[in-house]
């Protein structure tokens, strides 16, 4: 999932669920959950291989996808500071993979095998771009529909 699409469901669980640990968990966790359907990933090649003269549209599309995220959160979270809370909770796993790839390390390593090949089981999978996009999309729409509530 892009990171637009976690923020909102992160922002969403800080938003319905009271129970502050609770949410923080379920924060966390929604990214595995959310990444367990097919979905379509930002390419990142570059940053996994290395090759800095070439990243700079990686990770401008990442953080321009990040920004629109905490945008929309600003507009429907009524301005609830633990909402933005459980949105970051939301990206830190994808987090932990962008540092295996800067500073690999055992503990990295292990996460990053975890979150791209058990969790992302789907990926390699010949599932069409409509039902890819259509998942997020979907992921998004409930979102929204709980921080409008």
Same mark, same amino acid.
């Given at each position: ?31 595995? !959950?959310?990444?367990? !359907? ?112």
């Amino acid at each position: 999932m892009i990171l637009l699409v976690h923020l909102l469901f992160g922002a969403a669980i800080g938003s319905a669920i009271k129970n502050i640990p609770l949410a923080i968990i379920l924060a966390f966790l929604s990214h595995y !959950f959310l990444d367990l !359907f097919p979905h379509i990933e930002y390419p990142i090649e570059n940053l996994r291989k290395k090759q800095w003269d070439r990243v700079a549209t990686e990770v401008l599309s990442i953080f321009l996808d990040f920004c629109l995220g905490i945008l929309i959160i600003i507009f429907l979270a009524k301005n609830q500071l633990f909402v933005y809370v459980c949105a970051l909770l939301a990206i830190i796993p994808d987090g932990l993979t962008v540092l295996s790839y800067l500073f690999p390390n055992k503990v990295f390593t292990l996460h990053d095998i975890f979150h791209r090949q058990k969790i992302h089981f789907l990926k390699d999978k010949k599932i069409s771009n409509f039902w890819r996009i259509t998942s997020q999309i979907l992921a998004a729409i409930i979102s929204i529909a709980i921080l409008i509530s």
